[in-house]
């Protein structure tokens, strides 16, 4: 349904619910970012950190490409994708957080949940 915000993934036709507070997204993009894990090491984190349980074996790589997908911002046409920025959350946090509560209009490291997708838009409104 359109507005709504997902809180699971469907993966081999079966709904999978995900950890989608922002906080939970912002700890995998700090292990992509860990330059002592490797490619394998940071799917792992990502399934695991994501995945309110586990995915059967043989489902592995479409649960990848969708957490992916997710963690990405969702389904983007690739003409309107724009070349991505380098952020590092851990290093930038103190000016990335002021400026996305400034567009949030709240301080968003309090509220209990907020949805990866309306952080990423609030965060998207930074001049």
Known sequence: MIGNLPTALE???????IRSDFRVILRIYSAFADPELDEREKCYVCLK???AEDIPREHLQEAVNKA????GGG???????QPAK???WEQD????FPAVNKAAGFETRTVKYLHWW?????FNEID
């Open 75 to 81: 389904d983007v046409p690739q003409e309107s994708v």
């Open 49 to 51: 950190c994501l995945y």
């Open 68 to 71: 992916y997908c997710f963690v």
């Open 86 to 88: 380098t952020i590092d």
């Open 11 to 17: 993966i081999g036709g079966k709904e999978y619910a």
């Open 118 to 122: 309306t952080f990423l838009g609030y």
């Open 93 to 96: 946090e103190s000016i990335i």
